[in-house]
């Protein structure tokens, strides 16, 4: 799945420090949490880990309800991605899910890693159990911490069985102040600048620096400032990566 790719892309290439004296200890207290949601809301909980590519599912009494494996169980596995769980959601509902946290990520990228803790991404999903059947189900997402470079380093996510669909568009909210933000075009809407999305456009259609410049009466060494100024705001390596990226996110 391409949106999925480059979210992968996003998670576990960030720099990472190399030291972090503490990481062992707060990433256990994570565990602990996740273990608490599963116990106590009969959720299924994922702590992902994009450092080292890995996963904790703690399973609650829904995973009974939807056949996925025994209540109180846990499970490590090899990737940020819980495919066993994927393989349930509907496939509409799963490119969905993909492009909100992407868009959930590049929201948090521009927040100071204090604050990233305070929101949480909430909408609903349909899983289907054993015999085919398809359940309403909130997710919710949370990135717990950083390291102290201000890469995103842990995700908590929470699928719990609902009643009704009433965020599935996809939500953010400060937890800290109940304010609420729709996941859609608007998320990241004023992200580039005018300019830089119209020289992101004339990228995109396969015009060099030089003959942007020229289109837009501008210089070659302004169009080249845009140009580094747009892949730092949308953490993308190159420019094809940046126009992708801009249209996934609803920029262009």
């Given at each position: ?43 299924v ?5 994009m ?12 995973a ?25 959601i ?26 990233r ?18 359940h309403?189900?909130t ?19 929470l ?16 937890s ?20 830089e ?21 501008i ?7 845009h140009?580094?100024?747009?892949l ?21």
């Amino acid at each position: 799945m391409n949106i999925q790719k480059k979210l992968t892309d996003k998670l576990l290439h960030q720099a990472f420090s190399a030291t972090d004296r503490q990481a062992e200890k707060r990433l256990e207290t994570h565990r602990m949490t996740a273990l608490a949601y599963a116990r106590t809301e009969n959720a299924v909980a994922v702590l992902s880990d994009m450092k080292t590519d890995t996963s904790y599912i703690c399973y609650g009494g829904m995973a009974e309800t939807l056949g996925l494996n025994r209540k109180n169980t846990v499970q490590n596995i090899r990737s940020i991605w819980e495919e066993k769980i994927f393989d349930r959601i509907h496939p509409d509902d799963l490119i969905e899910k993909h492009a909100r946290e992407l868009r959930f990520f590049h929201f948090l990228k521009g927040i100071s890693p204090e604050k990233r803790t305070d929101y949480c991404l909430t909408s609903q999903i349909r899983m289907k159990d054993n015999a085919g059947r398809f359940h309403a189900v909130t997710h919710r997402m949370f990135y717990v911490d950083s390291t102290p470079d201000g890469s995103i380093w842990l995700a908590l996510c929470l699928y719990n069985l609902s009643a009704g669909e009433q965020t599935k568009g996809g939500m953010i909210t400060d937890s800290s102040n109940g304010k609420c933000i729709t996941v859609s075009q608007q998320t990241c809407s004023d992200l580039l600048s005018q300019r830089e999305k119209e020289i992101l456009r004339l990228i995109g259609g396969g015009r060099a620096s030089k003959e942007i410049s020229l289109l837009l009466h501008i210089s070659v060494n302004t169009v080249n400032r845009h140009r580094q100024n747009i892949l730092a705001k949308l953490r993308a390596g190159n420019s094809v990566q940046a126009y992708q990226i801009a249209e996934e996110l609803g920029l262009l």
